[in-house]
Every structure is written in C-alpha cells, then in structure tokens.
C-alpha cells in the first residue's frame, strides 16, 4: 500500500496513459493529435484544467485496493470523454475562449475542431481496452463501456436541455434547471468515482455509495460554479460578474425569477433583452438576485450536496485512509460555497 497520496502523481500518470495513446502519430495526421495535445494542454502551450473527473476515479480504486496504477485506463477515458464534449461545447456555444486560450475551433475552424472532437471521443473507448491486457475480466470491462456510454448519452441529453433552454426567451423551472445539470455535470463526475469502485470491488452497496458519492459532488460543484459565476473572484477584483454580463440561466437567476413579484420580475426580464448591459445594470441585476434569494438558495443546495456526498463516502468502508482524507479533501477544495 502507498505511504502517501501525491495529487501531483496521480495527475502525470493520467496523463501519461493519454500520450500513450497518442504514441507515434507522426505522419500525415500528426497535426490532428497535435490538436488534442494543445486542447488538453499537454503540449506545454497553457493551463490544462484541474484533472478532477479522473482525479476522483483514481482515488476511488486506490481507496479500495491501496494503489491507483491498475485503474489508470479507466481513468484516460473518463479525461478523454469529458475533452470530448468541451470541444463540442466550444462549437456549440460560440466560446472562443477557454483556460484563457483560444478554442480549438477559433484556431483551426468548425469542421476540423468538430473531428478532434470525434477523436478523442473515440480513444475514450480504446482507452478502455487497455483493461483487459491489465487483467480485469471482460465483464468488467464491458460494465465499464456501457457505463461511459450510459453517461455519454446523459451528457448529450443535458446539453439538448441547454442549448434548448438558451432559445427560450422564458427561463427554465428549478426542477428542469437541476435536471439538466444532473445529465451535464453529476452525470460524468458520478461515473468518474463509479468506475473506480467498479474496478475495484464486486461489492455492489460499495459501488453505489461511490456512485452516490459522485452525484451529490457533481451537483454540488456545479452549483458552486453558479456562485462564483456571480460573486466570485472576479466580482471582488471589481471586474463585471460574467454569468450576468453573459446572460446565463444559472441556479440563482432561475431562482429570482421564479419568485420575483411582478415588478422584480419585470426589471429582471428588461435587463435580460438588453445588450450588452453597462456596469451598472450589471450591479443592479446582481443587487435583484440576491434580494430574491438566489444565492442563499443555490448557496444552501450546495452545501446540502456538498454534505451528502461526504457523508456517502464516509459510509462506503473505505480501505485506504490516506486516500479518504484526499476525496475529503477535493470536496471542501473545490466546494467554496
């Protein structure tokens, strides 16, 4: 059993297992897996993202069994699939931007991001196959397949849900709103944390406070992501807030507008058609959210989840301490609200 858990370590061998993937394409397709290496910043260029979803997967099987290294192909695919569907956010979403760089497809057009995509979606998939040569038995490894398609399917469901929610010039229900996220967000980080017990244990109770465990972290962080979207750093640095500059139905705003009275509501709905808003209806429509009780509810739902899910995975029986501690810890981490 390892002696310690180093975050650092088990974030470069994931990575590694991905370039293994990417091995010895240097002929006339280099330049697509030159695309995927600047996506997931493995080409030195930026920022490649916190690593989470597979981060968690890791830390799932080495709380089993003592050491992550058996589950790392499990782990390539969960980092591969999410890439997958930020590039087809990107295209979906007009972002030109992400981590501060510039999207795939604002460098190299709609079409050819659309096939790196495609790609990396493909080597999730072959990424598993690596499973058996480690000698997990097909069974396993086909659970593992139909789990990463089941939780693709719910990603494209959740952003069906959002791209629809977007054309509508009335906002969504909470009960959509928490739908969506639990396709987009929950959906992925709840299978990351499943795949790891999966891999791990044939106890199925186990399996399922780790599924339980990632769904109410995955709600929790999205939700999280809502506040900071409106007062976060950004807001204290006295930059606008993005979320309300941008017009994003997120956790709060839906909140306001469902229990706004018809004045509030009113004054909510003129500042949502205008664009691009100055300064201060950035601030008068940050000042309206919160007096309707948008933050202390997403605020309060959080730390609901936040709580659930430690209390799940403090529940599964874990085997390795140290590894406990570390879930624990990415929890109260990334969970600021």
């Not at 501060?100 to 057009?109: Q, S, Y």
């Amino acid at each position: 059993m390892q002696e310690t858990i180093s975050i650092p370590v088990l974030i470069a061998d994931t990575e590694q297992e991905i370039l293994r993937l990417f091995a010895a394409h240097d002929g006339p397709t280099a330049g697509l897996y030159d695309m995927m290496c600047y996506h997931l910043g493995l080409d030195g260029s930026g920022s490649s993202g916190k690593r989470m979803r597979p981060l968690l997967g890791l830390l799932a099987y080495q709380s089993i069994t003592g050491d992550h290294r058996a589950a790392l192909p499990g782990a390539a695919a969960v980092e591969l699939g999410h890439n997958f569907s930020l590039v087809h956010d990107d295209i979906e979403d007009g972002d030109r931007e992400r981590r501060h760089r510039a999207t795939l497809w604002a460098i190299h057009g709609i079409a050819q991001a659309i096939n790196a995509g495609d790609m990396l979606f493909t080597l999730s998939r072959i990424a598993l196959h690596r499973l058996t040569e480690l000698g997990f038995s097909d069974a396993k490894v086909l659970r593992l397949m139909r789990l990463y398609d089941m939780t693709c399917l719910a990603l494209c469901e959740g952003q069906y849900l959002d791209i629809w929610a977007s054309e509508r010039s009335e906002p969504v229900s909470v009960e959509l709103y928490f739908d969506m996220i639990g396709r987009k967000t929950a959906a992925l980080i709840s299978a990351s944390v499943e795949a790891g017990a999966v891999l791990a244990t044939d106890d199925e109770e186990v399996i399922a406070r780790y599924r339980a465990f990632g769904w109410s972290l995955g709600i929790a962080f999205q939700l999280n992501d809502d506040l900071l979207g409106i007062w976060g750093e950004q807001a204290k640095t006295g930059k606008v807030p993005t979320d309300v500059a941008r017009h994003k139905m997120t956790l709060p705003v839906i909140y306001a507008f469902e229990h706004a009275e018809p004045e509030d509501r009113a004054c909510l709905e003129a500042i949502w058609r205008t664009e691009p808003l100055a300064d201060g209806q950035v601030a008068e429509a940050v000042e309206l959210i919160e007096r309707l009780g948008g933050r202390d509810y997403t605020r309060d739902r959080a730390r609901e989840h936040r709580d659930r899910a430690l209390a799940e995975i403090e529940a599964a029986g874990v085997v390795d301490t140290k590894s406990l501690e570390a879930l624990r810890r990415i929890v109260l981490d990334v969970i600021k609200a």
